[in-house]
């Protein structure tokens, strides 16, 4: 079932066009640069989106512009991930994952703080931020050494149910999703205005 769902809605937003994903993206990127907490954070922690996701290039470059931090994943052998800042786009390459990462080693990833937040990727969201990724587990296992970040999933509104997604008790809820139509539920919603 999970697997088939997410073929099915990654099939969907693979047959978007262009412009619609650009301006639904623009339109998520407008919901949360509006809200209180991206006005709290000093950190925006977020993914470097690939070409059929939704596009964060524009979100960076905003926080970029309010003065904030970006830090972007890097993604490790075994399941592991870290964060780390970046000031500019030219600092990205492609990964052996195939997705744009920094090029740069530290021995300790970026500390989310209090107020920060982190703009999660995924294929399938349910209206409750239960998630399906890509099948590699990275952000549930970070996210469950920092439980009480707010984790904002992005994606576009077919690629949230209105049923339960079935999920593994492993399995991070997000906090809140955000669609191109708007805030639409999550573990926590109330908390994003």
Same mark, same amino acid.
């Given at each position: ?43 925006? $922690? ?5 070409? +059929?996701?939704?596009?964060?290039? /524009?979100?960076? +470059? ?21 964060? @780390? ?16 990462? /920094? ?17 999660? /990727?995924?294929?399938? $969201?349910? +209206? ?18 920092? /439980? ?5 999933? @992005?994606?576009?509104? $077919?690629?949230?149910?209105? $049923? ?9 809820? @997000? ?19």
């Amino acid at each position: 079932m999970k697997t088939i769902l997410r073929q099915k809605i990654l099939g969907q937003r693979k047959d978007m066009s262009g412009a619609h994903r650009q301006e639904g993206s623009q339109k998520i990127v407008n919901v949360i640069c509006n809200s209180s907490r991206y006005q709290k954070a000093d950190t925006i $922690f977020t993914f470097v989106s690939m070409e +059929e996701e939704v596009n964060t290039y /524009p979100l960076i +470059e905003r926080a970029w512009q309010d003065g904030k931090k970006v830090a972007v994943p890097i993604a490790k052998k075994g399941g592991k991930m870290y964060f @780390v800042n970046i000031v500019s786009f030219v600092e990205l390459q492609k990964s052996r994952f195939g997705v744009m990462e /920094p090029q740069k080693e530290e021995s300790k990833g970026v500390i989310p703080q209090k107020d920060d937040i982190f703009i999660v /990727p995924g294929s399938v $969201f349910d +209206e409750k931020g239960n998630r399906y990724g890509y099948g590699g587990g990275y952000y549930d296992r970070y996210f469950q050494s920092y /439980p009480d970040i707010f984790k904002i999933g @992005v994606a576009f509104s $077919f690629q949230v149910m209105d $049923f339960e997604l079935q999920v593994e008790q492993y399995d991070v809820p @997000v906090d809140c999703v955000v669609t191109e139509n708007g805030l639409i539920g999550g573990s926590n919603h109330e908390c994003f205005d």
